[in-house]
């Protein structure tokens, strides 16, 4: 892989920035997993010398933030600290949490499977309020397991953002050949990648051939080359414009609300979601997801996850999770609904970490059915439905990517309820 050397000063490193915002984060007291986990990560970002992905995605996350916007991350980048700690992510990876503004006393929670079902609690230091985090995603989907894996740090932010995103990416990369990727239709002709922007350092701009072609209203240039031939040999970022970002800047410039502050375990959003009143929440509005919300009956804010990743993936809901929920075989909560969902369960098993991610690669990739046999957890506890269930999966969604998603739709489900006027208008909008 040939990476383009960001134009920015030597300070300006993936090291130093996490570094320093884990300073000001806990001061000198670092919590124990935490500092382990920041070097494993850094660790496997040298192996790859992947570190101008991050600096190119804060550089957008810092854009959309000067222009009002959020940014939600895709993919997998949200499974990392370092995303979280550069703000490229507001998604913290870490195991559940309880953490204070105030005087940055850290707890870690047991019985509690996401940070944001934590009920609020005064600091045991200060008494002042903590509020819980923590959604506990590995970073080894984004790395690989030994760290050998060139990340895919996709982010999505508001349309007017995308729009800027090849003038971002040329000031950023003045010597650089900036040119969308290329694609071919179903009838044979080239088409322009929805987001995918290559960035090709100035020696190697020769070796990469273009075409200009009308993509709406203006002429772009694309790469001769499908995107997926040259995936690998040079940096591709995938920019792509979301419209739940504009919703919720737009929603919180009319109400002066702080996106920030909206919290995750209002029991009247919740009550929301467990009656399917989701017309116009992304994600959750379409009837396929309805009727899931419906026979799940979700409570807490990790339910809707597994909700999302369930309603993502293919050959995970219809005739998979849905039989085992509605005949009692299995809650929601233990359903496969994520690649994490895999990897976790055989860990707690105490499956060794790299078998266990070895087969979560092949469940999640579809290949269970004719790469595993049923021997291979023969010695482990897990429950009977855990081998069928694993078979008929054909692809699985990221939690990372579920979890931001989440966080979208309860953000703009807090605003239907609490401003429901102004919702309703700014949703209009958009139609």
């Known amino acids: 892989m040939y990476f383009p050397k960001i134009n920015k000063d030597d300070g300006y490193t993936v090291f130093t920035l996490c570094r320093n915002k884990m300073d000001e984060l806990f001061d000198d007291f670092i919590p124990e997993g935490v500092n382990e986990r920041l070097n494993d990560e850094l660790s496997a970002m040298q192996k790859t010398d992947s570190s101008v992905c991050f600096l190119i995605a804060k550089c957008f996350a810092e854009e959309s933030a000067k222009q009002g916007y959020p940014i939600s991350s895709r993919g997998t980048v949200g499974s990392t600290l370092i995303a979280w700690l550069l703000g490229i992510t507001d998604i913290n990876p870490l195991k559940p949490h309880y953490y204070c503004d105030k005087c940055k006393h850290f707890d870690f929670a047991v019985g509690v499977a996401d940070g944001y079902d934590l009920p609020n609690r005064p600091c045991p230091k200060c ?4 509020k ?10 984004l790395f690989g397991f030994d760290g050998d894996k060139i990340p895919d ?3 999505n932010v508001a349309p007017e953002v995308q729009a800027q995103a090849g003038d971002i990416l040329r000031k950023l990369f003045p010597d650089a050949k900036i040119v969308r990727g290329g694609t071919t239709q179903h009838d044979g002709s080239r088409g322009v990648h929805p987001g995918g922007f290559f960035i090709i350092p100035a020696e190697h701009a020769d070796n990469v051939p273009t075409l200009k072609l009308a993509d709406g209203d203006k002429t772009v240039l694309i790469t001769e080359q499908d995107s997926y031939d040259l995936h690998d040999t040079y940096l591709k970022m995938d ?3 979301h419209s739940t970002p504009e919703k ?16 995750m375990n209002d029991v009247a959003v919740m009550n929301m979601f467990q009656k399917a009143s989701t017309n116009n929440i992304p ?4 009837e396929f997801v309805k009727d899931m919300l419906e026979i799940c009956k979700p409570i807490s804010f990790f339910d809707l996850c597994k909700i999302s990743g369930l309603s993502h993936g293919t050959g995970v809901w219809i005739g998979n999770a849905r039989a085992l929920i509605e005949d ?7 359903t496969l609904a994520f690649r994490e969902d895999v990897f976790e369960m055989l860990t707690d098993c105490d499956m060794d970490d790299s078998e266990a991610f070895q087969i979560a690669e092949i469940v999640r990739k579809g290949k269970a059915s004719i790469e595993l046999e049923a021997a291979v957890f023969e010695e482990y506890n897990l429950p009977d439905w855990f081998y069928p269930s694993s078979r008929k999966i054909r692809y699985m969604f990221p939690k990372a990517h579920g979890v931001s998603y989440v966080k979208m ?3 703009m489900m807090w605003f239907n309820v609490y401003h429901t006027d102004i919702f309703n208008a700014v949703t209009k909008d958009f139609e």
């Open 239 to 241: 920019i792509l414009g």
């Open 283 to 286: 994600e959750f509005d379409t």
């Open 409 to 411: 739709a309860v953000r």
């Open 328 to 334: 009692g075989v299995a809650p929601l909560r233990d």
């Open 248 to 263: 919720l800047a737009r929603l919180a410039e009319r109400t002066g609300v702080d996106l920030a502050k909206i919290p």
């Open 132 to 141: 819980g985090d923590g959604h506990n995603i590995p970073f080894h989907s």
């Open 127 to 130: 008494k002042a309020v903590m």
């Open 153 to 155: 740090v996709d982010i």
